[in-house]
């Protein structure tokens, strides 16, 4: 019989916890919750009635939150919640993620994402991208006037040069996937390929300068939205 392959499971994060639990406890009973949280460390969290209020990690959860009992945050909060993590780790990325999402008004320092990188530049240069690509096929390309003869000559002996002349002569969108990533470019009424800022004659071209693949088949690679809305390869448009 073949080896079958044993799924291992996966181990929790988080392995105990307490929550919502009066800070009347430590008065009351100090001993029982020792023999619980003594040597753990993780997250904790401190409310106000049903408000949060504070968060913070520990090495020794008892010692923390004895200190909250007497420090400027005495009479401030009255209940606590406590996640003892398995490994200490990520244990600081995890506090910072919860100051972040949570926005506590006790904690002062909000946490720093060290190395994590933000991702709102690149989104916005997305976003201007497909809302250029938007205004252009809505509207078209307006060409402008050339009064020098030669010139417009020029530029259609280059046009006849470049493999999409003619297909598209208001401009089109074209898309593309690879390893899981899309791809949007725009055909400009001179034939050119328009991605990422900056301009290619022809599909492969764009491809690879997308993929940064060695060799690719644009016409393979690119699709339009035919009069169907539905998308093909622009390899279709030489059939």
């Not at 990690?57 to 200190?67: E, G, H, V």
């Not at 990325?93 to 002062?108: D, K, Q, V």
């Not at 725009?186 to 693949?213: F, L």
Request: net charge positive.
């Amino acid at each position: 019989m073949p080896n079958k392959k044993i799924k291992r499971k996966s181990r929790s994060i988080i392995v105990g916890h307490l929550e919502r639990i009066s800070s009347k406890v430590f008065d009351q009973y100090r001993k029982q919750i020792t023999d619980i949280i003594k040597g753990n460390y993780g997250v904790y969290a401190l409310y106000r009635r049903e408000k949060l209020y504070y968060i913070g990690l520990a090495t020794d959860f008892r010692k923390r939150i004895n200190q909250h009992l007497r420090d400027r945050h005495k009479g401030k909060w009255s209940h606590f919640s406590l996640y003892i993590i398995r490994k200490s780790d990520h244990i600081r990325e995890i506090e910072t993620l919860l100051l972040r999402i949570t926005n506590p008004t006790g904690n002062s320092m909000k946490g720093k994402l060290k190395n994590s990188r933000n991702l709102a530049p690149k989104l916005k240069r997305l976003m201007l991208e497909d809302f250029k690509l938007f205004v252009e096929e809505t509207f078209g390309g307006k060409k402008n006037k050339v009064l020098n003869k030669k010139a417009v000559n020029s530029k259609r002996k280059t046009k006849d040069k470049r493999p999409l002349h003619g297909y598209f002569p208001k401009g089109k969108v074209i898309y593309a996937s690879y390893k899981g990533k899309d791809y949007k470019a725009w055909i400009c009424s001179n034939a050119r390929i328009k991605y990422n800022g900056k301009y290619y004659d022809s599909p492969s071209i764009a491809g690879i300068a997308a993929t940064r693949k060695k060799r690719l088949n644009g016409w393979r690679f690119w699709k339009y939205k035919n009069p169907k809305g539905e998308l093909v390869y622009i390899d279709a448009l030489r059939k």
